[in-house]
Nanobody, 127 residues
Framework: QVQLVESGGGLVQAGGSLRLSCAAS????????MGWFRQAPGKEREFVAA????????YYADSVKGRFTISRDNAKNTVSLQMNSLKPEDTAVYYCAAASGNYYHNPPLNTFDYDYWGQGTQVTVSS
């Protein structure tokens, strides 16, 4: 059974940091592009960050650029999102996702390109 399990969410004050992790199992994800998305109450799910299979190419939403860093460890089948300088507007449920297409160079940025999704982890930033 394919599973993506996120962890590391929680409550943090504005300006603080959190590190989200996503553990993948049930298949080999080392050749997949991986992404993080988030969804705030009443809003659509939006792209946050993505990384290609090797880690050589990363993309970020403008709203998190310079504050968030995506990384992966293919040996451990994990992907992480380091979030610094958090703002109240970063409050959302954060989802890990995997895209199994031929995204060897540039990872996809759209939700419909991702095949596998985790259940999400809540991140709440207080002002």
């Amino acid at each position: 059974q394919v599973q993506l399990v996120e962890s590391g969410g929680g409550l943090v004050q504005a300006g603080g940091s959190l590190r989200l992790s996503c553990a993948a199992s049930g298949r080999t994800f080392s050749t997949d592009a991986m992404g993080w998305f988030r969804q705030a109450p009443g809003k659509e799910r939006e792209f946050v960050a993505a990384i290609n299979w090797s880690g050589s190419s990363t993309y970020y939403a403008d709203s998190v650029k310079g504050r968030f860093t995506i990384s992966r460890d293919n040996a451990k089948n994990t992907v992480s999102l380091q979030m610094n300088s958090l703002k109240p507007e970063d409050t959302a449920v954060y989802y890990c996702a995997a895209a199994s297409g031929n995204y060897y160079h540039n990872p996809p940025l759209n939700t419909f390109d991702y095949d596998y999704w985790g259940q999400g982890t809540q991140v709440t930033v207080s002002s």
